[in-house]
């Protein structure tokens, strides 16, 4: 498995942008397809993006396409989450997580996860 540490979360008013990261250990980070995920309190964790090994093929929730922007660099081991234009209810803790299964954005096929880190939106 490989581990990921998130960082880049924070407090920041509506409309207002944030960089999240993902750092994974390990040398095998670009056989992944890496995703984003989120939970606010009381809702299940949410699919908010992918994308596949090379970055050829990327897939955004409905929610918040347009606005967020995935990315990774390989040579860095990171994956990054762009995030414009917030919205109080992108409030949650984002999760970083690894998959082997392409084309997936179910948490439940997604096998390593990272702690989160928290995203207040205030409006």
């Known amino acids: 498995q490989v581990q990921l540490v998130e960082s880049g979360g924070g407090l920041v008013q509506a409309g207002g942008s944030l960089r999240l990261s993902c750092a994974a250990s390990g040398r095998t980070f670009s056989s992944y397809v890496m995703g984003w995920f989120r939970q606010a309190p009381g809702k299940e964790r949410e699919f908010v993006a992918t994308?596949?090994?090379?970055?050829?093929?990327?897939q955004y929730a409905d929610s918040v396409k347009g606005r967020f922007t995935i990315s990774r660099d390989n040579a860095k081991n990171t994956v990054y989450l762009q995030m414009n234009s917030l919205k109080p209810e992108d409030t949650a803790v984002y999760y970083c997580a690894a998959t082997f299964r392409s084309g997936s954005s179910l948490p439940t096929d997604f096998g390593s996860w990272g702690q989160g880190t928290q995203v207040t939106v205030s409006s």
């Open positions: 994308i596949t090994l090379s970055g050829a093929r990327i």
